[in-house]
């Protein structure tokens, strides 16, 4: 993150563009004819916005996706041209800096006509993409007041205010083995609702639906777009499929060196709470990384890689950093020393971000957004 500063990294989580553009590249290939956006919200999960939005469109990507406008703008400032599109709003929302910087609008409803007033002040016509709520229950327009919303589009399309470029519905349950009902009842719900915009005369030219889960496991949903997230960075929607399963690789890597290393006694208390207590005489590392930099606080007995050897988490994870009981003789001063490379997860462990989500009782997606600002992302180009 740009924001934040340091030298040389003494925590990292590192990037791997040739992932990403791996991960780019099948999915595009996967769901062709359909287009990709590639969704790069909340920093791209984490990886960074701007350097995930550069590489997934010269790997094949031709739209991207951001929640906020103010995210999307973050892109545009950046140099990036590519279709975009936002979709989350407040009352706070600055929609004509979205129409100046050609940033389409997912509209649900509520926003519609502070989206026309701001094409008026602009004197540009909006770009929209209108959102049906097709059993979320989040965003979206709601199917009674869809006919309404369409007909109010149309007219301030055809006074020239705005065009409708989509419709968009999100889904619930895809990424549940047992969800195909209501992926089904949902996708149904969503083919009437885009015969409702045509029949107002809306052209509706980029029908998109899925998200990660629904283009891995439903070709159906793939339409004119897809919009994927999660997949992007190699990581798997399915508590029952892995990446490597889906032909993903694992973009992000999150790394550092043991800050120090102790020798302790049968019934050593570890870390607050004495939730872990020595049952050997045995050596104690220390990893700098907590709760702050992203290292879930639930995530007791994580699985953790020093030089080449797999240990757990012992006792309570902290703000700054967590201990490792090295498991050897309290005298043993070669296993995992002071500077010793640690990962938590990723490429050279082998360690994957669901075993760390899972120990949290979360799910991959969190783990990797939540990635704290004080672990500078490095970047390893595509080769
Ligand atoms: C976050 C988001 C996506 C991407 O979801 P993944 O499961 O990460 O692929 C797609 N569409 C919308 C509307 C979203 O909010």
Same mark, same amino acid.
């Given at each position: 993150m740009a924001t934040c500063w340091t030298s040389e990294p003494e925590r990292w989580v590192t990037i791997d563009h040739s992932a990403l553009a791996h991960n780019i590249h099948t999915i595009a290939q996967w769901v062709k004819p359909a287009q990709v956006m590639a969704v790069v919200k909340a920093d791209g999960y984490g990886h960074g916005a701007v350097e995930v939005a550069q590489t997934a469109i010269a790997a094949g990507a031709t739209w991207l996706g951001t929640a906020h406008i103010t995210e999307a703008l973050k892109l545009r400032e950046a140099g990036i041209t590519a279709p975009l599109l936002a979709w989350l709003h407040t009352i706070k929302t600055p929609f004509h800096a979205a129409i100046e910087h050609n940033i389409d609008i997912g509209v649900s409803g509520p926003e519609l006509e502070a989206v026309a007033q701001a094409a008026r002040n602009a004197d540009l016509p909006a770009r929209v993409h209108l959102k049906i709520d097709t059993g979320l229950s989040r965003n979206g327009a709601?199917?009674?007041?869809? @006919?309404?919303?369409?007909?109010?589009?149309?007219? =301030?399309?055809?006074?020239?205010?705005?065009?409708?470029?989509? #419709?968009?519905?999100?889904?619930?349950?895809?990424?549940?083995?047992?969800? @195909?009902? @209501? #992926?089904?009842?949902?996708?149904?719900?969503?083919?009437?609702?885009?015969?409702?915009?045509?029949?107002?005369?809306? $052209? #509706?030219?980029?029908?998109?639906?899925?998200?990660?889960?629904?283009?891995?496991?439903?070709?159906?949903?793939?339409?004119?777009?897809?919009?994927?997230?999660?997949?992007?960075?190699?990581?798997?929607?399915?508590?029952?499929? $892995?990446?490597?399963? =889906?032909?993903?690789?694992?973009?992000?890597?999150?790394? $550092?060196?043991?800050?120090?290393?102790?020798?302790?006694? #049968?019934?050593t208390g570890v870390s607050y709470g004495y939730a872990y207590r020595c049952e050997l005489p045995t050596r104690l590392a220390l990893i700098p990384a907590g709760y702050a930099d992203g290292v879930p606080r639930t995530a007791v007995g994580a699985p953790v890689w020093i030089e080449g050897k797999f240990y757990r988490v012992a006792g309570t994870i902290a703000m700054d950093q967590f201990v490792v009981d090295l498991q050897t003789d309290r005298n043993d001063v070669t296993t995992a020393p002071v500077g010793a490379e640690v990962e938590l997860f990723g490429e050279k462990s082998g360690i994957s971000s669901d075993a760390w989500a899972i120990a949290a009782g979360t799910i991959n997606y969190e783990l990797v957004t939540r990635i704290g600002c004080r672990v500078p992302r490095v970047h390893k180009q595509w080769v």
């Open positions: 709601v199917p009674e007041i869809w @006919d309404d919303l369409c007909k109010r589009a149309s007219e =301030l399309q055809q006074a020239g205010i705005l065009r409708v470029v989509g #419709v968009f519905t999100h889904f619930a349950n895809a990424d549940d083995p047992d969800g @195909d009902a @209501d #992926v089904d009842a949902q996708l149904s719900l969503y083919h009437e609702s885009v015969e409702t915009a045509r029949k107002h005369g809306l $052209t #509706v030219d980029v029908r998109h639906v899925a998200n990660s889960p629904a283009l891995l496991s439903r070709p159906d949903t793939h339409l004119d777009m897809v919009r994927a997230g999660v997949a992007i960075y190699g990581l798997s929607p399915f508590p029952d499929r $892995t990446a490597e399963d =889906l032909g993903l690789r694992p973009v992000m890597s999150f790394g $550092t060196t043991v800050a120090n290393n102790k020798p302790a006694d #049968v019934g």
